[in-house]
């Protein structure tokens, strides 16, 4: 099985902010890697896919790369409707999907 | 609009069963490979199971396999997860999920399941 994991756990920051979240795979996964937001109570939701692509609708202060094990998340500029737990997930052993632990982004 | 509504989830004792269904409009349905993700309480998100278009093709995560039976019906635009031989480490919020192309594109809001006695 692919493994995922995020660093940090929690990361506490301010509004305007840039912030940077990482996801490393136990394998290679070229770049089979979407990244998710979840709110407290509600769905997740999908904001980048096959690592760089934003997902329509998502707003451009979010961005992602990466290729192979290592990947990142960064929002630009942070804004108060950004405070969420974010997810990496490979689909590189399609459908058999691993998630990472997820990220809590906090205010500061 | 695209919309999945989940449905079926409530308290049931350890060994029991449960069906979940999920109500899907404002696409394709019979278009679109399927899952189920689970969340348990205060923790990540899990995939649990995997149904393609048609439904010829079905995987499992090791965590449920041989307990949960994945179906669809496409004519009714539905989507299924039977639960059996239910365990505590099976409580979550269970939720019907789009798979577009290896990324989960739309989710339901999701029920909550609680296997306790």
Redesign the interface.
């Known amino acids: 099985d692919i493994q995922m994991t995020q660093s940090p756990s929690s990361l506490a920051a301010f509004v305007g902010d840039r912030v940077t979240i990482t996801c490393r795979a136990s394998q290679s996964i070229s770049t ?1 890697l ?1 990244w ?1 937001q ?1 709110k407290p109570g ?5 904001l980048i ?2 690592a760089s692509n934003l ?1 329509s609708g998502v707003p451009s202060r979010f961005s992602g790369s990466g290729s192979g094990t290592d990947f990142t998340l960064s929002i630009s500029s942070l804004q108060p409707e950004d405070f969420a737990t974010y ?1 990496c ?1 490979q ?1 590189y052993s ?9 990220t809590r982004l906090e205010s500061k | 609009e695209v919309q999945l509504v989940e449905s079926g989830g409530g308290l049931v004792q350890p060994g029991g069963s449960l069906r979940l269904s999920c109500a899907a409009s404002g696409f394709i349905f019979r278009s679109y490979e399927m899952n189920w993700v689970r969340q348990a309480p205060g923790k990540g998100l899990e995939w649990v199971s995997y149904i393609s278009d048609s439904g010829s093709t079905i995987y499992y995560a090791d965590s449920v396999k041989g307990r949960f039976t994945i179906s669809r019906d496409n004519a009714k635009n539905s989507l299924y997860l039977q639960m059996n031989s239910l365990r505590a480490e099976d409580t979550a919020v269970y939720y019907c999920a789009r798979d577009w192309f290896g990324q989960i594109d739309y989710w339901g809001q999701g029920t909550p399941v609680t296997v306790s006695s």
Do not use: D, R
Request: hydrophobic fraction near 20%; avoid cysteine.
């Open positions: 089979y979407n998710y979840q509600k769905a997740p939701k999908l896919y096959a997902q997810y997930q689909s399609t459908p058999m999907y691993t998630f990472g632990q997820g």
